[in-house]
């Protein structure tokens, strides 16, 4: 996915879609551009950084003008090169664009393009749309810009400039997310808040096919038929500040560090007097005990939080949960009965697969319950419920504190349906609530162990290889600490079922391989303690992750790492922690970029 700025208003456009587009860089940053308009469209861009994109502006002279559009990408069609990158403009130079999402019926329209004459320079899908804007305008921005939706197929956030318009940008989006930022005498278009936080905090959120023309001291909405619209004008509550790193090297660290406080803010406004109330959702109790099944539905680390979802909500609620991968789920033909629910996991909530996913449940009638950190995302606005995590912004490309605040939700929903299901009594609630509310103080605790971690990592950052073994719940979390440590720090990291091992992986260990086994749930220990000993008989070095107390496991792995007691069922919101802290030290003692890893993108809002 990609990162959107533009900007119209009385200042200088080019600083300001520079900074907007370092706030938006997490989304993509193999390349990138900008568009101004002066008294005519100037467009520079280039391969690289952002760091890149400011030299060559600087050696091509300066560019001035107050109206212009800019973009950070994450290549999808076209390899990231000067040519491929953002904006793309019509052969006559007419028209600019900008562009985040996929355009899946572009060599068609190409060729037809082609047939009339237009010549094309770049392997993207963007440029047809450049040009089919091109071949289409009609001197009104807002019919061509109709007409080019009514013709391209597939997901689009736009914005464009033309020539001719001097005084005006026009972007829609479809499937990829835009903002209009609301300023004074300026106004703004991007693809998330962080870009809009110097200038404005007001802002509008777009849906599909909505048209936006922005003008200086105009902001008008029209649907496809021409007619205005009126939007209700969203505040950021949050400051720039916690947008910004805080003093730490990386967001990463800082997101692990606001953990706690995420959890805290996720929980607490639901949890009323040792009582669950999940009051922005309408389930009543009669329809959580008319729950046949329950689908989870997530990408990378909200699958895996739907994973811990699974073994609670089965555990306390009794209610079958199947968790499904959303590029699998989209494509399975999946058999849905009137009465499951799904719930869709996605911390951006604009996870292309994931929305595909919901669309595919809903088609099938069945209702949506989703759990999101981005409050107005295109996942949260196509749920009957939602259920918010309240981590604030998350800028790491590598999930934690949004991953924490996501299972803080499995709990309480396990919680609720089980208390409404009658397998959990109301003075056992209390209990669980109680742990629940002590899980923030927990992870204060553990963080304070982050330099002894600090020195494990570096004497592993060097290897090949490890595995993350463990057995229920310590399964789902593997999952998550194998991510981890695979995407900062590109050491291959395979999590596996501990019991699952033997049966042909096990071939892989030898001599100092590195084993993270995660051992704290007491009813398989002594099976999680034989997997253990599997390996070390194959040469591993193994650091276990166990509950405090457990003085028996120092005999039988290399290392421990201990964490506070608590209930089994909810280790997961503290087994996680070291190996997020392990992950980020090994991939910072690597050199690695560990807030932009290379390949990734923060959201992957394409298939
Ligand atoms: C996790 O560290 C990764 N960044 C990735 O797996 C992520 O969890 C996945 O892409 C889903 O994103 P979402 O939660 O925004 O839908």
Same mark, same amino acid.
């Given at each position: 996915?990609?990162?959107?700025?533009?900007?119209? #208003?009385?200042? $200088?456009?080019?600083?300001?879609?520079?900074?907007?587009?370092?706030?938006?860089?997490?989304?993509?940053?193999?390349?990138?551009?900008?568009?101004?308009?002066?008294?005519?469209?100037?467009? &520079?861009?280039?391969?690289?950084?952002?760091?890149?994109?400011?030299?060559?502006?600087?050696?091509?002279?300066?560019? =001035?003008?107050?109206?212009?559009?800019?973009?950070?990408?994450?290549?999808?069609?076209?390899?990231?090169?000067?040519?491929?990158?953002?904006?793309?403009?019509?052969?006559?130079?007419?028209?600019?664009?900008?562009?985040?999402?996929? *355009?899946?019926?572009?060599? +068609?329209?190409?060729?037809?393009?082609?047939?009339?004459?237009?010549?094309?320079?770049?392997?993207?899908?963007?440029?047809?749309?450049?040009?089919?804007?091109?071949?289409?305008?009609?001197?009104?921005?807002?019919?061509?810009?109709?007409? &080019? /939706?009514?013709?391209?197929?597939?997901?689009?956030?736009?914005?464009?400039?033309? $020539?001719?318009?001097?005084?005006?940008?026009?972007?829609?989006?479809?499937?990829? +997310?835009?903002?209009?930022?609301?300023?004074?005498?300026?106004?703004?278009?991007?693809?998330? /808040?962080?870009?809009?936080?110097?200038?404005?905090?007001?802002?509008?959120?777009?849906?599909? =096919?909505?048209?936006?023309?922005?003008?200086?001291?105009?902001?008008?909405?029209?649907?496809?038929?021409?007619?205005?619209?009126?939007?209700?004008?969203?505040?950021?509550?949050?400051?720039?500040?916690?947008?910004?790193?805080?003093?730490?090297?990386?967001?990463?660290?800082?997101? /692990?560090?606001?953990?706690?406080?995420?959890?805290?803010?996720?929980?607490? +406004?639901?949890?009323?007097?040792?009582?669950?109330?999940?009051?922005?959702?309408?389930?009543?109790?009669?329809?959580?005990?008319?729950? =046949?099944?329950?689908?989870?539905?997530?990408?990378?680390?909200?699958?895996?939080?739907?994973?811990?979802?699974?073994?609670?909500?089965?555990?306390?609620?009794?209610?079958?949960?199947?968790?499904?991968?959303?590029?699998?789920?989209?494509?399975?033909?999946?058999?849905?009965?009137?009465?499951?629910?799904? *719930?869709?996991?996605?911390?951006?909530?604009?996870?292309?697969?994931?929305?595909? !996913?919901?669309?595919?449940?809903?088609?099938?009638?069945?209702?949506?319950?989703?759990?999101?950190?981005?409050?107005?995302?295109?996942?949260?606005?196509?749920?009957?419920?939602?259920?918010?995590?309240? !981590?604030?912004?998350?800028?790491?490309?590598?999930?934690?504190?949004?991953?924490?605040?996501?299972?803080?939700?499995?709990?309480?929903?396990?919680?609720?349906?089980?208390?409404?299901?009658?397998?959990?009594?109301?003075?056992? *609630?209390?209990?669980?609530?109680?742990?629940?509310?002590?899980?923030?103080?927990? *992870?204060?605790?553990?963080?304070?162990?982050?330099?002894?971690?600090?020195?494990?990592?570096?004497?592993?950052?060097?290897? +090949?290889?490890?595995?993350?073994?463990?057995? #229920?719940?310590?399964?789902?979390?593997?999952?998550?600490?194998?991510?981890?440590?695979?995407?900062?720090?590109?050491?291959?990291?395979?999590?596996?079922?501990?019991?699952?091992?033997?049966?042909?992986?096990?071939?892989?260990?030898?001599? #100092?391989?590195?084993?993270?086994?995660?051992?704290?749930?007491?009813?398989?220990?002594?099976?999680?303690?034989?997997?253990?000993?599997?390996?070390?008989?194959?040469?591993?070095?193994?650091?276990?992750? !166990?509950?405090? #107390?457990?003085?028996?496991?120092?005999?039988?792995?290399?290392?421990?790492?201990?964490?506070?007691? /608590?209930?089994?069922?909810?280790?997961?919101?503290?087994?996680?922690?070291?190996?997020?802290?392990?992950?980020?030290?090994?991939?910072?003692?690597?050199?690695?970029?560990?807030?932009?890893?290379?390949?990734?993108?923060?959201?992957?809002?394409?298939?």
């Amino acid at each position: 996915m990609c990162g959107i700025v533009g900007y119209i #208003g009385q200042n $200088q456009a080019m600083p300001v879609l520079i900074k907007g587009l370092k706030k938006l860089e997490y989304r993509g940053y193999d390349s990138s551009g900008i568009a101004v308009f002066s008294d005519h469209l100037q467009v &520079v861009k280039t391969k690289g950084r952002l760091a890149d994109l400011e030299e060559k502006i600087k050696t091509d002279g300066s560019i =001035n003008g107050c109206v212009g559009i800019g973009h950070t990408r994450w290549a999808t069609h076209g390899a990231p090169d000067d040519v491929n990158a953002h904006p793309h403009t019509s052969s006559n130079g007419r028209i600019s664009v900008v562009h985040n999402g996929i *355009i899946e019926n572009y060599l +068609p329209l190409r060729t037809e393009l082609e047939k009339k004459g237009y010549t094309f320079v770049s392997e993207t899908d963007t440029e047809v749309v450049a040009q089919l804007f091109d071949a289409y305008y009609n001197g009104d921005m807002v019919d061509t810009m109709i007409r &080019v /939706i009514q013709k391209i197929r597939g997901s689009y956030a736009l914005g464009v400039l033309c $020539q001719e318009k001097p005084d005006e940008i026009i972007a829609v989006r479809k499937d990829s +997310p835009l903002l209009v930022g609301l300023g004074n005498h300026e106004n703004f278009i991007a693809s998330d /808040i962080p870009a809009l936080l110097e200038y404005t905090k007001d802002y509008y959120l777009l849906n599909d =096919n909505e048209i936006v023309v922005l003008k200086k001291d105009c902001v008008t909405i029209l649907d496809m038929e021409k007619q205005e619209i009126s939007k209700e004008i969203y505040h950021v509550t949050w400051d720039i500040s916690t947008a910004e790193k805080g003093g730490y090297d990386y967001f990463m660290m800082k997101e /692990i560090m606001e953990q706690p406080t995420a959890i805290r803010a996720t929980l607490s +406004p639901r949890i009323v007097n040792g009582e669950i109330q999940l009051d922005s959702i309408q389930y009543t109790t009669e329809d959580i005990k008319n729950i =046949n099944r329950i689908h989870i539905v997530a990408c990378g680390s909200a699958w895996h939080a739907g994973l811990v979802g699974k073994y609670v909500i089965e555990d306390y609620a009794r209610i079958p949960v199947e968790v499904d991968l959303a590029s699998e789920f989209r494509y399975r033909k999946p058999i849905l009965h009137p009465n499951d629910i799904c *719930i869709i996991i996605s911390q951006s909530g604009e996870t292309a697969d994931t929305l595909a !996913a919901l669309r595919e449940a809903k088609r099938q009638g069945i209702r949506i319950l989703s759990i999101v950190n981005v409050v107005g995302s295109s996942i949260a606005r196509e749920s009957d419920d939602v259920l918010y995590t309240w !981590a604030g912004p998350e800028i790491a490309v590598a999930t934690t504190k949004g991953y924490s605040a996501q299972i803080a939700l499995m709990y309480l929903i396990a919680l609720k349906f089980g208390q409404a299901r009658g397998y959990i009594s109301t003075e056992e *609630i209390k209990q669980l609530v109680a742990e629940l509310e002590n899980i923030p103080s927990q *992870i204060e605790t553990l963080l304070k162990q982050e330099g002894e971690w600090k020195a494990l990592a570096k004497a592993h950052a060097q290897i +090949p290889n490890a595995f993350v073994i463990g057995r #229920g719940i310590d399964y789902a979390v593997a999952l998550e600490g194998a991510l981890k440590l695979k995407e900062i720090s590109y050491i291959h990291c395979e999590a596996y079922a501990a019991g699952e091992l033997k049966h042909g992986t096990i071939s892989l260990v030898e001599d #100092g391989t590195l084993v993270l086994a995660i051992a704290t749930q007491d009813a398989l220990y002594e099976k999680l303690v034989s997997n253990v000993k599997e390996v070390k008989a194959r040469g591993a070095y193994v650091i276990a992750i !166990a509950k405090e #107390g457990n003085t028996e496991i120092a005999e039988v792995a290399d290392n421990v790492i201990y964490i506070p007691q /608590i209930t089994d069922s909810f280790t997961a919101s503290l087994d996680v922690i070291p190996l997020q802290i392990f992950s980020y030290y090994v991939a910072v003692e690597r050199g690695c970029d560990v807030d932009m890893p290379r390949n990734l993108a923060k959201s992957v809002t394409v298939e």
